[in-house]
């Protein structure tokens, strides 16, 4: 195991940590709190592994009966007949030969047959990843007031089925029922109770945060609606007209030839009602 970063030994510690709370929290649905003391150690190989292997079989047909293998054949075929290369001799005192120089006819034959047998193949490669567990040893501590001596060894088994016992790997798990000390009980108490403390003090806080969220959130509610309001009954601006414009220019519209003649009365009550129409921000 190679730990010189220090990865696989923070890797291996947050294993055994949580591998024990589980345990715990297992025995203290059953047991209660502050009844079982759990330790887990583990050996484990980080070292990264690569396999190939590759395997060879005869095919099968649809029954799984191996059929026979289809082959390739060749046959190769060398002959010879005739007279082998002479032996030259004895030589004689004046360098031609004297004796041997005779030989009987040979033959030669040879037949070279080469069978190529088809196999399936598989080939595979496994790449295994760091941290597989080499051994699982746990040890576990049960309160002897809430556990019988003659119950350690059914909850030895439920221990082992928890923590995934293998004994092919040479795993251990020991269960040793004890008298738990009352001042280490105390204590337990007294911590848990000061997180209980803890986390109602922080639904408290959660709870004024809401709060407060919600009272910002209805007060931008209503200056919205506010707003919203105001612009409805905003009233839309008359722009003033000039009241001797529209005297002179009526005249100038109709024409003299077609305007008739409006005496003192209706002329009032005509420039009454024009002056009525001019003035700004009054509604018909």
Do not use: C
């Not at 990865?7 to 649905?29: C, H, K, R, W």
């Not at 221990?159 to 016992?165: D, E, K, L």
């Not at 209503?222 to 003033?240: D, Q």
């Amino acid at each position: 195991m190679d730990l010189a970063s220090g990865q696989g030994l923070e890797q291996q510690n947050a294993f055994d940590a949580g591998l024990g709370q589980s345990v715990s929290s297992y025995l203290a649905m059953a047991l209660g709190p502050n009844h079982a003391a759990v330790h887990v150690q583990t050996d484990m190989n980080f070292d990264k592994t690569k396999k190939t292997s590759l395997t060879t079989s005869a095919p099968k047909d649809k029954n799984g009966k191996a059929q026979p293998l289809p082959s390739a054949q060749s046959t190769t075929k060398e002959t010879f007949t005739g007279a082998s290369a002479g032996n030259a001799g004895v030589l004689g005192t004046t360098g031609t030969p004297t004796a041997g120089t005779g030989s009987a006819p040979q033959s030669y034959s040879k037949t070279t047959n080469q069978t190529t047998n088809a196999l399936n193949q598989v080939q595979e490669e496994i790449d295994q990843a760091p941290g597989k567990i080499n051994r699982l040893s746990v040890a576990v501590l049960l309160d002897s007031s809430a556990v019988k001596p003659a119950d350690v060894a059914n909850w030895t088994k439920q221990i082992q089925t928890a923590v995934g016992y293998d004994p092919k790997r040479g795993d251990s798990v020991e269960v040793t029922s004890v008298a738990f000390s009352s001042a280490a009980k105390k204590e337990a108490k007294a911590q848990l109770s000061a997180g209980s403390g803890g986390s109602a003090g922080g639904m408290m806080d959660m709870l004024r945060s809401i709060i407060t969220l919600a009272i910002i959130g209805l007060v931008l509610f209503f200056a919205w609606r506010a707003i919203k309001k105001a612009e409805s009954n905003r009233v839309p601006l008359r722009v003033p007209l000039d009241l001797r414009e529209l005297e002179a220019s009526e005249p100038r519209a109709i024409g003299p030839a077609s305007m008739p003649r409006l005496d003192s009365e209706q002329y009032s009550r005509r420039t009454r009602r024009i002056r009525s129409r001019a003035r700004p921000g009054r509604q018909r």
